[in-house]
């Protein structure tokens, strides 16, 4: 079954960057887009874009454009999401997701907490 | 502010059934299918809906879905004390060109 596996818990300060990997295995790495979805503490979901893994391609949300990079390495079917100039904010579970069943966000990762504080 | 709207809070007895709406615009629910996630406590969210109305396998059939216009309802029947979780929302936001969520419905079995 498919599994994605991400990073460690963060703990950044304010104006820092993070990165947060996502390993997926029981699939073609290729095949299917990954989106990224974070949960601040308490709150609703929150969509930050997706990656193509075949092409490398993606889209983001225009709330998060020029501060959310998402990239992929193949060789090891690992995605990431680098989000930059962290706030106090940005403080929530970071998700990655991957598609099935026609496009839906269908397969989570655990989670990777990311706290921003100074 | 969510860009759909749902109910923060809904119970019911176990066994009962119980229905959360969704509500949104042209925009989105209007032109878009619509999917539902139930995330339990600490816990990632489980897709349940897809496509206004299907189930990915192994989802029983005591979950179900529709959508009217630019609403949406989840409904749960028979409902058991595991069932009680944060139910979301989602479908694509035309405008917006984003993956969009309801707020999120916490559902007590009582």
């Known amino acids: 079954q498919v599994q994605l596996v991400q990073s460690g818990a963060e703990v950044k300060k304010p104006g820092a960057s993070v990165k947060v990997s996502c390993k997926a295995s029981?699939?073609?790495?290729?095949?299917?887009?990954l989106h990224w979805v974070r949960q601040a503490p308490g709150q609703g979901l929150e969509w930050l874009g997706w990656?193509?893994?075949?092409?490398?391609?993606?889209t983001y949300p225009q709330k998060f454009q020029g501060r959310v990079t998402m990239t992929r390495d193949t060789s090891i079917s690992t995605a990431y999401m680098e989000l930059s100039r962290l706030r106090s904010d940005d403080t929530a579970i970071y998700y990655c997701?991957?598609?099935?069943?026609?496009?839906?966000?269908?397969?989570w990762g655990q989670g990777t907490l990311v706290t921003v504080s100074s | 502010q969510s860009v759909l709207t749902q109910p923060p809070s809904v119970s019911a007895a176990p066994g009962q059934k119980v229905t959360i709406s969704c509500s949104g615009s042209?925009?989105?629910?209007?032109?878009?299918?619509v999917s539902w996630y139930q995330q339990l406590p600490g816990t990632a969210p489980k897709l349940l809906i897809y496509?206004?109305?299907k189930r990915p396998s192994g989802i029983p059939d005591r979950f179900s879905g529709s959508k009217s216009g630019t609403s949406a309802t989840l409904g749960i029947t028979g409902l058991q004390t595991g069932d009680e979780a944060d139910y979301f929302c989602?479908?694509?936001?035309?405008?917006?060109?984003?993956?969009?969520f309801g707020g999120g419905t916490k559902l007590t079995v009582l």
């Open positions: 997701a991957r598609e099935d069943y026609g496009g839906n966000v269908a397969h």
């Open positions: 042209n925009s989105n629910i209007g032109n878009n299918y």
């Open positions: 029981e699939y073609t790495f290729t095949d299917y887009y």
């Open positions: 989602a479908t694509w936001d035309n405008s917006l060109s984003a993956l969009v």
């Open positions: 990656i193509n893994p075949n092409i490398g391609g993606t």
């Open positions: 496509d206004n109305d």
